[in-house]
């Protein structure tokens, strides 16, 4: 009985953890803000105030066309605590996070979310065209592990924390606790169970509070012209346009996600340094925005551009020339300031980019077929939820998120039309969503879904390696050789006993070739073998030894007979998570192929 209450009191804590890292994360969310409105008001106005409304556009600044120097000033900021504080903050916040839990452990360091903070906030209020919901689920990460790290808890309730924070902060930030849950599921968690979504959600309902304790409960977008419920489908000519208009903001996906990109192949070819080069970028970025307000009368297209967002949605931005021109400005400013080196969200870009596409859409489908009437600015929310979910890859956050900023539930038909087909489209093209393509460029590849797999209701005994040698401590190269030479192809685990005749450690299959040098076993070094492991039954289930062997945080099972090891001659074979991993793909494919021959 005592192993239970045990565990009971371990969940107990991590909920605990879990309402601190919501708190923690909502307040931070609310710091993260007013560092945007000081810096944007001192850019723009030349005055410290922390009171700055993103829905509103920004006065012309008192600087005139000196304006162009602020994003350059603040690029030299921001890479400077890139190269020298957190290497980890350039770009999408939201990928180091995926990083850390795949690939370190669940630890993102204590200047990660203190430099983000900065960094970002001096990014957005000088002027670059990124979001705030990045960085601030970066640091909501980064909360969650700083706080697991501290407690010393295991590595799985780490990445269950960082998970809470960044859907603690995004809920904090919209106003969208189910969207936050769902962010968290689709895209952070490793692993969807009880014992870590009842923890994300405990800090998401925090957040949430935290969140409309400091700004209201309020949606973020009030779109007077969803209440004529013009987004019902009623018509087959509704129905296709939609689908049609799936497609676009699919290819728009592919080519957002692709062109931050292509821009930052482009600034790493040149000759400089990276000082030079996101001034470069960050000047263009200027120009542009100046150029914007000289020859239309606002800034539209620098920092979070909720205000040109906000005059689509009421109907007050038209032009389908302008939304043309705000479109590919938006996608070109954005790729200038991620690809030349920086440091923000993506998230709100692709808000801006799916409105001004949905308006235009809409316009042209009116002006071509008079009978198939869009209103602009309903068909906008559609192009919002469509470019999240293509570009992210988080579908049903994309859904919740706009459902919850809308409130409206005429909305929700046609935007599932839309979302589904645009997450197809881009995934067709590219498997990568905008998150994980910098992580697998990196050589991080991270799972594009998490499968509950049918073998890991299979026994060990019918996924263990049997191909295992004994050999003791003292024995070198040479006999390692012959073994292996012995087994052909098989490329057995290598038991190296002790002078006791106990096992001391295992060498796995797949670093054989590794095995180089003329010493013996124990001259070795640590990363070629894994001295901890656990011993399960040839009985026991697949579920249960991925679970041991997360809570002992090693790599390799000793398969026996009962699960205990009197001689190492009990050893029937050896279970790796790695061999667990390969299983799993195996099976996926295994249920694709039925699948795929059961067809007609």
Known sequence: MA??????????????LAVGVGITAGYGAGIFRKLIALVHNLAFAGELS??????????????????????ILGSLVVTFLIKHVAPEIKGPGVSDAMDAIYYRGGVIRWQVGLARTFASSIQIGTGGSVGREGPIMQIGSAIGSGIGQLTRIREWQRDTLIAAGASAAIAATFNTPLGGLLFAI??????????????????????????????????????????????????????????????LVGLCAWLYTRSIFWCEDLFNRLPSNDYVRHALGMALVGVITWLFLTY?????????GYATIRDILDNALTSPTLLLLLLAAKLLVTSLTLGSGGAGGVFTPSLYLGATLGAVFAIAVNALFGSTTLDPASTAVLGMAGLVAGSTGAALTAIAIIFEITRDYHIIIPMIVVVSIAFGVRHALLADTIYSFKLTRRGHPVPDSLDTNIFMLHTAAELYDPNVAC?????????????F??????MPYVLVLGPDHDIQSIFSARRRFRFTGRGGIHHWSDEHRDTEYIVVAHDDLMFDVVGRLRAAECEAALVTTDGTIDDPRDVLGVITMSDIARSSRLARQMELLRGHESSP
């Open 186 to 247: 689709e895209i952070i968690l490793p692993e969807t169970s009880s014992r870590t979504l009842i923890p994300v959600a405990l800090a998401t309902g925090s957040g949430t509070f935290i969140g409309r304790l400091l700004y209201g409960d309020t949606p973020l977008f009030d779109i007077p012209a969803l209440a004529n419920g013009s987004l019902t489908v009623t018509t087959p000519q509704h129905l296709a346009a939609y689908v049609v208009f799936g497609v």
């Open 471 to 483: 050999v003791g401590h003292t024995r070198g190269m040479a006999e390692i050789r012959r073994r």
């Open 296 to 304: 239309t009368g606002h800034y539209y297209v620098q920092g979070l």
């Open 485 to 490: 030479k012995r087994f052909g192809r098989q």
């Open 3 to 16: 192993r239970p209450r045990r565990i009971e009191r371990s969940n107990l804590l991590l909920a605990i």
């Open 50 to 71: 922390p009171f700055y409304d993103s829905n509103a556009h920004t006065l012309p600044s008192i600087w005139g066309v000196g304006i162009i120097a602020a994003p």
